[in-house]
């Protein structure tokens, strides 16, 4: 079960690596094809608070692949911390934003919660 929680936090953490790019360095060119709910109009004056946002989905990549390289025994405590960060976010985002975040973000971090405490 190890491998297979690795794996899904790894996957995980390149999602919000992803997102980073796009709300930071993107938001205008790709952002409207990935956020296709955002009018294209509020791409322009959003862009320092995107930036802002993709700092924080930065981190969690950060904490995502710290989880991954940490010694073996602060592996289960360092990915709980921050798969349980990522579901949080994303279950808050489908209850305010849109539901797909769910199954984007909340979900596959559950999945990873649960394949940690199975290891």
Same mark, same amino acid.
């Given at each position: ?9 790894? +996957?995980?953490?390149? +999602?919000? +690596?992803?997102v980073?790019?796009?709300e ?9 094809k990935v956020?296709r709910?955002?009018?294209?109009d ?14 924080y989905?930065?981190?969690l ?14 592996f ?15 279950i808050?985002g489908?209850?305010?934003a ?18 940690v405490?199975?290891?």
């Open positions: 079960m190890t491998l297979a929680a690795k794996a899904v936090i790894a +996957l995980v953490a390149v +999602l919000h +690596l992803y980073l790019w796009i930071m360095f993107a938001w205008e060119s790709r952002g409207p956020f709910m955002i009018p294209k509020m791409f322009a004056p959003t862009k320092a608070m995107m930036a802002n946002q993709g700092l989905n930065g981190f990549a950060a904490g995502l692949i710290w989880a991954l390289v940490a010694a073996p025994d602060r289960v405590s360092v990915a709980t911390f921050f798969l349980a960060c990522v579901a949080i976010a994303g808050f489908a209850m305010t849109a539901r797909r975040i769910f199954y984007v973000q909340a979900l596959p971090a559950l999945v990873g919660l649960a394949l405490w199975l290891g």
